[in-house]
């Protein structure tokens, strides 16, 4: 396999769950379970990019590869980019960003993210899916969904119920089967899309959907779309979040 980088970000100051990546879970910090993670994924290096010095005081004492990165940065993107740059990355340096809220990634996932970009030379950035089946989860805001084209790349991502059907379709249809998907938040990128990436202003539909991916694929970069037949893992952005992963994990 083509090797390849995990850079996870990892900001403290989040918004709906102040202070989550350092918050406990099942005996570890949020933060360190990612960590182990990604480092049984068969990346060649993994490092936590980091806003602020406690979190970096916290990933050395597990043992992490941190670097401290600027508070000013928006979003993980920006921070997987100074990483990259600091570090010299050349631009065919394959990164997977690892979302640093996400405790639960099967590190299968994050291979297949990344097997995916490196086969195939005209997408820009690589990430995953899984086919919607329940009409809750199509019309859940909170659930990103894309549509793609025949080969496989992003058409478009958003919180909306997509496709919608034109004729005899409304909120208590049911979904269109085979053409439903839930995004799963995990990117693998070409370093050299990413610097392009990064460079990019905001786009009017990342802004109204508030997704960042929409930036992307209005300014002309390819996502390839690969299917996951695993349902993509419970994330932490809540209370609620936490305490159901982790109860899972004293559960296994």
Partial sequence: MTPFKIVIPA???????PRKVLRPLHGKPLLQWVWEAARTSAAEQVIVAAD?????DACRAFGADARLTAASHQSGTDRIDEIARNAGWSDDTLVVNLQGDEPLMPPAL???????????????IATLCHPLHAREEWLNPNMV?????????ALYFSRAPIPWKREG????????????FRHIGL????????????ALPPAPL????????LRALSHGLRIKVGISEAPPPRGVDTEDDLAAVDALLASR
């Avoid at 900001?11 to 769950?17: A, E, N, Q």
């Avoid at 602020?52 to 970096?56: K, N, R």
């Avoid at 994050?110 to 820009?124: E, H, K, S, T, V």
């Fill in 52 to 56: 602020d010095a406690e979190v970096l």
């Fill in 206 to 213: 990342e802004q109204c959907e508030m997704l960042e991916q």
């Fill in 110 to 124: 994050i291979r297949q993210a990344a097997a995916l970009l490196a086969g195939d030379a005209g997408a820009d």
């Fill in 145 to 153: 969904k894309l549509v793609m084209d025949t080969s496989g790349y």
């Fill in 187 to 198: 990117y693998a990128y070409r370093v050299g899309a990413l610097r392009r990436f990064s």
């Fill in 11 to 17: 900001r403290l100051g989040s918004t709906r769950l």
């Fill in 169 to 180: 379709t409304s909120a208590e249809s049911p979904l269109p089967q085979g053409l439903a």
